[in-house]
């Protein structure tokens, strides 16, 4: 991939020989992988500008044959060919002055190549290491304002004149500020001043922590997510309803957990405040799925799709904190494991008894033939 800039320092290169009557045109090729993935020549800028007549260096006459019109001068990387600057001339022997400046250009572009080939190696590598630190960021959220959930808590049991609650007190500052580093790491502004703390965001849930492929059954890998559900239930005055008993299936705990973890966490952040929202359960045949829903508000029918996409966000949480991450590194969990995640608006339309206004996020997992006939024996 060659950049803007390069393309324009070429073309500036091939301007300078305007004044040279002895010279027919001029092509400058840059050494490319091809769909085979062998290297090729591949025409980057043509002089004049309105020369059609240059053709890829893959469809022109070998190299090595010798053309008296025609000649090559090698863009090297040390004795490695990177390009080359292809001269068309009138002239059968190129007076000397010409030969320098030819000579001249075709160091020049092969600097220049090489610095545009290392830059869009270290632009590569930068994008590589904000995206991971987008994501490790997203998920540090989810334990942090878990302590700081259970910090509030404590907060409410602890009374006034109690010499402990200068402590908790400072347990929540101390977290609002690592909040408040989070939200600089997660911005590639630069001189981003931090925010100023804020007590009104929602909770984040905490994700359990597990090896990636540890099996689980899904009771298990419920449990930490329903009791830190129902405590920033309670926090916030809301009403939860927790699934009724889970079906005993191995599940990939981690994967469940973490895609679980985000999806409760929108609904808390993002739906009315004053709403109700739980988690519902259902198993048929070889599948499984689990729904996180709220009771309103609907989202907007050009954003239902829109949002599963990195770094989108839907109007109703456009001025809340975020990354808009979640939902996009859910669904790819999802389809890891060979589910899906989708949206359901209304989610009545999922199951009679969920609200006719809200949302329901369903994951649905295959599962294996063994535990889907245990999970059938264990119904009957």
């Known amino acids: 991939m060659i950049s803007e800039r390069f393309r324009q320092l070429v073309a500036q290169q091939l301007d300078q020989f305007c004044d040279c009557q002895e010279l027919v045109g001029l092509g400058v090729y840059v050494a490319m992988p091809?769909?085979?993935?062998?290297?090729?020549?591949?025409?980057?800028?043509?002089?004049?500008?309105?020369?059609?007549?240059?053709?890829?260096?893959?469809?022109?006459?070998?190299?090595?044959?010798?053309?008296?019109?025609?000649?090559?001068?090698?863009?090297?990387?040390?004795?490695?060919?990177?390009?080359?600057?292809?001269?068309?001339?009138a002239l059968g022997q190129w007076p000397e002055l010409l030969n320098q400046r030819l000579q001249s250009a075709a160091q020049v572009l092969a600097q220049a190549l090489l610095l545009d080939l290392e830059q869009q190696r270290w632009q590569g590598e930068l994008q590589r290491e904000r995206r991971q630190r987008d994501l490790l960021v997203h998920q540090m959220r989810n334990p942090l304002a878990a302590l700081r959930t259970f910090t509030q808590l404590l907060l409410r049991r602890v009374e006034a004149s109690d010499e402990r609650r200068e402590l908790v007190e400072h347990l929540l500052d101390e977290q609002q500020s690592l909040a408040g580093y989070l939200d600089a790491l997660s911005s590639s502004e630069a001189g981003l001043a931090l925010p100023q703390?804020?007590?009104?965001?929602?909770?984040?849930?905490?994700?359990?922590?597990?090896?990636?492929?540890?099996?689980?059954?899904?009771?298990?890998?419920?449990?930490?997510?329903?009791?830190?559900?129902?405590?920033?239930?309670?926090?916030?005055?809301?009403?939860?309803?927790?699934?009724?008993?889970?079906?005993?299936?191995?599940?990939?705990?981690?994967?469940?957990?973490?895609?679980?973890?985000?999806?409760?966490?929108?609904?808390?952040?993002?739906?009315?405040?004053?709403?109700?929202?739980?988690?519902?359960?259902?198993?048929?045949?070889?599948?499984?799925?689990?729904?996180?829903?709220?009771?309103?508000?609907?989202?907007?029918?050009?954003?239902?799709?829109?949002?599963?996409?990195?770094?989108?966000?839907?109007?109703?949480?456009?001025?809340?904190?975020?990354?808009?991450?979640g939902l996009a590194l859910a669904r790819d969990q999802a389809e890891a494991s060979g589910g899906s995640l989708q949206l359901h608006c209304p989610a009545s339309g999922l199951a009679p008894g969920l609200p006719a206004a809200g949302n329901a996020f369903v994951l649905t997992l295959p599962l294996s033939s063994a535990a889907a006939a245990s999970a059938s024996r264990s119904r009957a």
């Open 34 to 89: 091809a769909a085979d993935g062998e290297l090729q020549l591949q025409l980057v800028q043509a002089w004049p500008r309105t020369e059609t007549r240059l053709e890829p260096a893959a469809e022109a006459a070998p190299l090595l044959t010798p053309q008296q019109s025609r000649r090559w001068l090698p863009l090297r990387q040390e004795a490695a060919v990177i390009g080359a600057l292809r001269v068309d001339s």
């Open 197 to 325: 703390a804020s007590g009104t965001e929602a909770p984040l849930l905490l994700p359990p922590v597990l090896a990636p492929e540890q099996p689980r059954s899904l009771s298990a890998c419920l449990e930490p997510l329903l009791a830190r559900a129902a405590a920033t239930a309670k926090l916030q005055g809301r009403r939860w309803h927790p699934p009724g008993p889970a079906p005993e299936v191995p599940v990939p705990a981690a994967t469940v957990g973490e895609i679980l973890a985000n999806l409760l966490e929108n609904a808390f952040r993002y739906s009315d405040p004053g709403g109700d929202l739980g988690l519902w359960i259902t198993l048929e045949s070889d599948q499984l799925q689990l729904a996180v829903w709220d009771s309103g508000p609907l989202i907007d029918v050009d954003e239902r799709e829109r949002i599963f996409q990195r770094g989108e966000r839907g109007r109703h949480g456009a001025k809340l904190s975020g990354t808009g991450l």
